[in-house]
């Protein structure tokens, strides 16, 4: 009730947020009682006993490889996921008992409990309660304290025997539903949920969950090949690029990728077979990675990962003599891309912008007080090039041009 009070006082963009959020939630809970929670009850346990999740799929990579404290968690979460906002809310409305936390007991604390569900919701209670475990953000934690007035200490809870039991059910929720993952947090949480799956045929486990998350499993297949991919990536070091790590891999460029054919062959994914990565050119993909993060002096990829420049690439990498370009010289993906899409309107394109820039040059001939020796040859060679040109199209079109 609270929260639905809370909506009415919001504006109407906020309004349709908040609106869609508690549809959301009341769904993802309907949902999740009506499947598996038959005569299990909300316990409502004190904050000191429940723990963040160090398996959270929202958490970079290198957390999982050395040992972090609880500080860690919050301070990720406070700069990554909304936090602040979460705060304002539940300081002033409370802690909304739709929005149970779904926890496990800590096997190594007895007592304890662990949030495999709810991981934002724990650390924004934490913050209010103790908001000196912030590192940063403090001027606006400050203030939300200042606002408001709820600072909850008891959180309604849901007891579960395993993470096994809760993972299933939080498809919908964070990769199909209102409270959806990035992409990368979506892609690592396939992979641990394919790993419980009693199954070795990589297309059954991709249907299966697609079936649990409420997705397509072409969908699902293309995460789960792009995480292999990005584990590739990422036991490579990033392939020693500069300042290219997991928050600034942008994940979408590898799945989208391998919609494109000629992209998948020239890294040799196989994306219809039971192990799709299996046999990568390592090499290759550490092109196609250097192609989409490297940067050059003026901070700019070779390639960039949206619709146009990967249909460019693909096209590209279909093409020996277009890869050899692109692979060994300094051009651009549209010089390349020229290469093996000319039209007579690009090819009318490319003498416009040609002439454009003797023009440009003849205009200013007369402001240089002296010309460098080398500008004699290059006008040579240019008059050279447009003689074999005009003989060429001349053929071509049969007919001679006036002079």
């Known amino acids: ?53 160090d398996k959270n799929p929202r958490l970079p990579s ?24 979460l705060m304002l809310a539940i300081g002033q409305s409370g802690f909304f008992i739709g929005e149970s936390l779904l926890v496990i007991p800590d096997e190594h604390e007895s007592g304890k409990y662990i949030v495999v569900e709810g991981n934002r919701r724990l650390t924004s209670v934490m913050l209010l309660n103790e908001p000196s475990l912030a590192t940063s953000q403090k001027i606006k934690i400050e203030k939300v304290l200042n606002e408001t007035t709820e600072r909850p200490t008891k959180l309604p809870c849901i007891i579960f025997k395993s993470r096994e039991d809760i993972n299933k059910y939080l498809g919908y929720r964070h990769i199909t539903g209102v409270k959806s993952w990035g992409i990368l947090p979506k892609a690592r949480y396939l992979n641990e949920l394919s790993k419980e799956l009693n199954e070795t045929d990589f297309t059954v486990k991709c249907r299966k ?34 300042a290219l790590d997991e928050t600034t891999l942008h994940f979408n ?21 039971n192990e799709p990565t299996s046999h990568v050119d390592i090499e290759k993909l550490e092109l196609l990675t250097k192609w989409f993060f490297e940067k050059n002096d ?13 249909g460019m690439l693909d096209k590209v990498l279909g093409d020996k003599d277009a890869e050899e370009y692109f692979r060994t010289g300094e051009g651009s993906i549209v010089e390349a891309y020229n290469l093996v899409s000319v039209t007579a309107d690009s090819f009318n394109q490319e003498i416009d912008l040609s002439l454009a820039g003797l023009k440009r040059a003849n205009n200013i001939i007369h402001n240089v007080e002296q010309h460098h020796d080398s500008v004699k040859t290059k006008l040579k060679e240019i008059f050279t090039l447009a003689k074999n040109m005009k003989v060429i199209i001349e053929s071509m079109a049969e007919e001679k041009w006036d002079d």
């Open 298 to 310: 003026n901070g700019r990829s070779r390639v960039l990962g949206d619709s146009k420049h990967l």
């Open 253 to 273: 460029y590898l799945s989208d990728s391998l919609s494109r054919e000629n992209i998948r062959d020239y890294i040799n994914v196989d994306i219809k077979s």
């Open 209 to 242: 969950l697609a079936k649990t998350i409420g997705s397509r499993s072409d969908y699902v297949r293309s995460l789960l090949t792009a995480y292999e991919l990005y584990l590739k990536i990422e036991d490579q070091a990033f392939f020693k690029i500069k």
């Open 1 to 53: 009730m609270r929260s639905i009070l809370a909506c009415m006082w919001m504006g109407i963009s906020e309004l349709r947020r908040c609106v869609i959020g508690l549809f959301g939630s009341w769904f993802f809970n309907f949902h999740l009682r009506g499947n598996i929670m038959s005569g299990q009850n909300i316990d409502f346990i004190d904050l000191e006993n429940i723990k963040l999740d």
């Open 62 to 85: 290198s957390f999982r490889k050395k040992k972090i404290g609880e500080s860690d968690i919050v301070n990720w979460m406070l700069n990554d996921a909304s936090i602040i906002e």
